[in-house]
């Protein structure tokens, strides 16, 4: 179903993104694997996933705390000059902190990375996608925390319930063009 597509995932250097670079590699998909910093165990790990199942991965680094950096990706993955299939946003911060004492600096930080910048980096792979009128795919890493709470979650959750709303007038906007 991927085999020999080109998907866009943003979070890939830990957790549910890189185990999500490593399965759609398993399955024959090209990866631009999207991370906040370069290192050399990541680099490492993208060569031999690449390697082992004779895939293309595209490490590609920038900040989701940075709109010029997040344009500057956008460019990055346009610069390759292929076809866009999906983009799955799974990058995102979570500062604890009880409703008492959560601070508008971290409501702002978990916005701008969970919220803002997801946005605006698929606004950029749309076009991308649209230009060439790829039908396609965009998924979003939620959580359960959007619809139910958790103590000492409000930022998270709050930005992960403006992402599901976010998902659903997309849907219906993007839908129309197969995406």
């Not at 991927?2 to 759609?24: F, H, S």
Request: some cysteine; proline content about 1%.
């Amino acid at each position: 179903m991927v085999a020999g597509k080109n998907i866009v995932v943003t979070g890939c250097l830990q957790g549910i993104g890189k185990e999500l670079l490593k399965v759609l590699a398993e399955h024959g998909a090209n990866v631009f694997a999207c991370a906040y910093k370069e290192t050399e165990e990541f680099k490492l790990f993208c060569k031999e996933l690449a390697d082992k199942n004779e895939v293309s991965i595209w490490p590609i680094y920038f900040d989701m705390m940075d709109n010029a950096s997040i344009k500057d990706a956008a460019k990055a993955i346009q610069s390759q000059k292929v076809e866009i299939n999906g983009l799955i946003n799974v990058a995102g911060i979570n500062k604890d902190a009880f409703f008492n004492m959560v601070t508008y600096q971290d409501m702002l930080d978990t916005f701008q990375v969970n919220f803002f910048s997801q946005i605006i980096f698929s606004q950029y792979i749309v076009k991308l996608m649209q230009r060439k009128k790829t039908a396609g795919s965009i998924a979003f890493t939620s959580s359960i925390t959007a619809m139910d709470g958790n103590e000492a979650q409000l930022s998270y959750g709050a930005s992960k319930a403006a992402l599901i709303g976010a998902m659903k007038t997309m849907a219906l906007e993007l839908g129309k063009t197969g995406i």
